[in-house]
């Protein structure tokens, strides 16, 4: 299986700084067909997870624009190009190019300095 | 708007069995892929189950493979997750989650959950 290994656990930010979020696969996740299978997930405080960014980059509709997903093979990053305090929560790296199992990372909480 | 609802959970002695149910609405239930997602407490995200569309495949964590089944009925827009011989482990909310990709898993929509607590 999979394994995604997400850096930092935790992430105070000052409200207004822009915060990036780290996520490593065991394996490159580039599938046979070419695309990269890799999302990202928000959890606010007591909802569900939210779908932010699809296949490395792409933006969700209703997501705001300084959401931002990059990378590629193992390495992967979302980033805040300036923190609200609607954003802070958990988030998740998930990867689909090898499964089953879907595997998910560990998780990163942002939180306001 | 999709909707997905949850419901079937509770307090249940291990060992016992929970049958949870999903309501589906807003869209074409028996043209999607659907999952369940689990959630300890305190803790991350774990891929339980997926059924296709159509019903005819169906996979599972190495974690309830063998206790737990997946299933769906379309003419009900409705998804199951049997769960036989449970666990104190198996203590978490549960997610069903559509799936609109087509050859990865697109996780487009979640349900609210439902809280699965084992214990005696």
């Known amino acids: 299986d999979i394994v995604m290994t997400q850096s930092p656990l935790s992430l105070p930010v000052t409200l207004g700084q822009p915060a990036s979020i780290s996520c490593r696969s065991s394996?490159?996740?580039?599938?046979?067909?070419?695309?990269?299978?890799l999302n990202w997930f928000q959890q606010r405080p007591g909802q569900s997870p939210r779908r932010l960014i699809y296949?490395?980059?792409k933006r969700d509709s209703g997501v705001p624009d300084r959401f931002s997903g990059s990378g590629s093979g193992t390495d992967f990053t979302l980033k805040i190009s300036r923190v609200e305090a609607e954003d802070v929560g958990v988030y998740y790296c998930?990867?689909?190019?090898?499964?089953?199992?879907?595997?998910f990372g560990g998780g990163t909480k942002v939180e306001i300095k | 708007q999709v909707q997905l609802v949850e419901s079937g959970g509770g307090v249940v002695q291990p060992g016992r069995s929970l049958r949870l149910s999903c309501a589906a609405s807003?869209?074409?239930?028996?043209?999607?892929?659907m999952h369940w997602v689990r959630q300890a407490p305190g803790k991350g995200l774990e891929w339980v189950a997926v059924?296709?569309?159509?019903?005819?495949?169906?996979y599972y964590a190495d974690s309830v493979k063998g206790r737990f089944t997946i299933s769906r009925d379309s003419s009900k827009n409705t998804l199951y997750l049997q769960m036989n011989s449970l666990r104190d482990e198996d203590t978490a909310v549960y997610y069903c989650?559509?799936?609109?990709?087509?050859?990865?898993?697109?996780?487009?929509?979640w349900g609210r959950g439902t809280q699965v607590t084992v214990s005696s």
């Open positions: 989650v559509r799936d609109s990709g087509v050859i990865g898993p697109e996780f487009d929509y």
């Open positions: 807003g869209f074409i239930f028996s043209s999607y892929g």
């Open positions: 059924i296709w569309y159509d019903g005819t495949k169906k």
């Open positions: 394996q490159s996740l580039v599938h046979s067909n070419g695309n990269t299978y």
């Open positions: 296949e490395v980059s």
């Open positions: 998930m990867q689909g190019t090898h499964w089953p199992p879907v595997t």
